[in-house]
């Protein structure tokens, strides 16, 4: 049973930045950054291989980075250039399957961490 724990999340104004953090248990395969806002669905965020391919969601494309630290079993998310649209609920996943592409499916993921609060206020 891999655990996840985000930090990292708080309030900051339209323009700023945040650097959101997860620390796994221990070691996993396949990592991702997802939201959820009220009222909307869970949404793909950015996500990382153990080799380190990434992928992104078009609305943070630029923005946003996803990192991980494979000794440390650390995932990061720096975001950049924040705005109202990225207020929501920040929450890491993690896979242990070998898998050699990133996905922002959530079905790929089986771990998932209790989620960081992030609010852009304009």
């Known amino acids: 049973q891999v655990q996840l724990a985000e930090s990292g999340g708080g309030s900051v104004q339209s323009g700023g930045s945040l650097r959101l953090a997860c620390v796994a248990s221990q070691a996993t395969n396949r990592m991702a950054w997802f939201r959820q806002a009220p009222g909307k669905e869970r949404e793909g965020v950015a996500s990382?291989?153990?080799?380190?391919?990434?992928t992104y969601a078009d609305s943070v494309k630029g923005r946003f980075t996803i990192s991980r630290d494979t000794a440390k079993n650390t995932l990061n998310l720096q975001m950049n250039s924040l705005n109202s649209e990225d207020t929501a609920m920040y929450y890491c996943?993690?896979?242990?399957?070998?898998?050699?592409?990133?996905?922002?499916?959530?079905?790929?993921?089986?771990?998932w961490g209790q989620g960081t609060q992030v609010t852009v206020s304009s």
């Open positions: 996943a993690a896979d242990l399957s070998v898998r050699f592409l990133p996905s922002l499916d959530h079905r790929q993921y089986t771990y």
């Open positions: 990382i291989t153990m080799t380190g391919s990434t």
